[in-house]
């Protein structure tokens, strides 16, 4: 057992007298305000909610018995390195790599490429059965549910119109995101905001992506480019938090340890295009 992990037993002991069962974040979501029929982005850090019997499979198996068979569960399953290795920062490789890397890289396979950086609830929710993934080969998205098709098809564009958060933004007050122990830099949604904020200022795509995808001729991987635009979150806690000031907006509350936040989708875009246009343009 990881010294981190023995913390984390501890806070959870130190709180709660006991370990986090189904039963408990079932009530604490519930108080948070996750019902059935929902359609419901969620982006989680696991740890920061606590010690949970069964973990993230556990957490996976409650919001979907929460959200029933007409709701749908939708998360995060992006792969950022299959891109371009010239952009990569956290950490950066030598330049003498970058060629090697991009005829090296394999090409994204919907049902065997491993998500990156999403946490272990996502990578678990990936593998869990009927779960549907979109084409993507960077930002894909995972969904299982009565909306799940409808949300992950033709996923052509990154945080687009032709996205999954577009689709989520189409079903307006019944399309939500949970942000269970992250803050608003980790909610998605808000790139669809700064899309639309892009497009409706007339600003270019000016960003060169690329990403090792499958030829459908050959059936052999293959680099492919597209210009983008150079999406950040550098100000997204910035709106989140405006955001969350307006009284209605945000359902806060307690998940085991964690802050998190529930809100309708189409109010988050709506309110960050403005926010960005007042404070962007600048």
Same mark, same amino acid.
């Given at each position: 057992?990881?010294?981190?992990?023995?913390?984390?037993?501890?806070?959870?002991?130190?709180?709660?007298?006991?370990?986090?069962?189904?039963?408990?974040?079932?009530?604490?979501?519930?108080?948070?305000?996750?019902?059935?029929?929902?359609?419901?982005?969620?982006?989680?850090?696991?740890?920061?909610?606590?010690?949970?019997?069964?973990?993230?499979?556990?957490?996976?198996?409650?919001?979907?018995?929460?959200?029933?068979?007409?709701?749908?569960?939708?998360?995060?399953?992006?792969?950022?390195?299959?891109?371009?290795?010239?952009? *990569?920062?956290?950490?950066?490789?030598? !330049? %003498?790599? @970058?060629?090697? /890397?991009?005829?090296?890289?394999?090409?994204? =396979?919907?049902?065997?490429?491993?998500?990156?950086?999403?946490?272990?609830?996502?990578?678990?929710?990936?593998?869990?059965?009927?779960?549907?993934?979109?084409?993507?080969?960077?930002?894909?998205?995972?969904?299982?549910?009565?909306?799940?098709?409808?949300?992950?098809?033709?996923?052509?564009?990154?945080?687009?119109?032709?996205?999954?958060?577009?689709?989520?933004?189409?079903?307006?007050?019944?399309?939500?995101?949970?942000?269970?122990?992250?803050?608003?830099?980790?909610?998605?949604?808000?790139?669809?905001?700064?899309?639309?904020?892009?497009?409706?200022?007339?600003?270019?795509?000016?960003?060169?992506?690329?990403?090792?995808?499958?030829?459908?001729?050959?059936?052999?991987?293959?680099?492919?480019? *597209?210009?983008?635009?150079?999406?950040? !979150? %550098?100000? @997204?806690?910035? /709106?989140?938090?405006?955001?969350?000031?307006? =009284?209605?907006?945000?359902?806060?509350?307690?998940?085991?340890?964690?802050?998190?936040?529930?809100?309708?989708?189409?109010?988050?875009?709506?309110?960050?295009?403005?926010?960005?246009?007042?404070?962007?343009?600048?």
């Amino acid at each position: 057992m990881s010294e981190k992990e023995r913390a984390l037993i501890a806070r959870t002991h130190e709180q709660f007298g006991t370990c986090l069962t189904a039963e408990r974040l079932k009530n604490d979501l519930e108080k948070l305000g996750v019902s059935s029929g929902m359609t419901l982005l969620v982006h989680c850090s696991l740890s920061k909610i606590g010690w949970i019997c069964g973990g993230p499979v556990t957490l996976t198996q409650v919001l979907l018995d929460l959200l029933g068979p007409d709701g749908t569960l939708i998360m995060p399953s992006h792969t950022c390195d299959n891109s371009d290795p010239k952009y *990569w920062q956290y950490p950066p490789v030598p !330049s %003498e790599w @970058f060629d090697i /890397i991009r005829q090296s890289t394999p090409a994204y =396979q919907p049902d065997i490429t491993p998500t990156l950086y999403m946490g272990k609830l996502a990578e678990t929710f990936r593998k869990w059965p009927g779960v549907l993934r979109s084409e993507h080969p960077q930002h894909s998205m995972i969904a299982s549910g009565r909306k799940a098709k409808l949300i992950i098809d033709k996923h052509y564009d990154s945080c687009s119109e032709q996205s999954p958060l577009a689709r989520l933004y189409d079903l307006y007050d019944n399309g939500y995101v949970l942000l269970l122990g992250v803050e608003h830099e980790n909610n998605t949604s808000l790139h669809l905001a700064e899309y639309r904020f892009y497009t409706r200022n007339n600003i270019e795509k000016n960003f060169i992506n690329g990403a090792s995808v499958i030829n459908s001729q050959t059936n052999k991987p293959y680099w492919f480019q *597209w210009n983008d635009y150079d999406y950040h !979150s %550098e100000d @997204f806690n910035q /709106i989140g938090y405006a955001f969350d000031s307006i =009284q209605g907006n945000t359902n806060i509350g307690k998940v085991g340890l964690a802050q998190c936040r529930l809100m309708k989708q189409h109010l988050l875009v709506d309110f960050a295009i403005n926010w960005m246009n007042q404070n962007r343009m600048k």
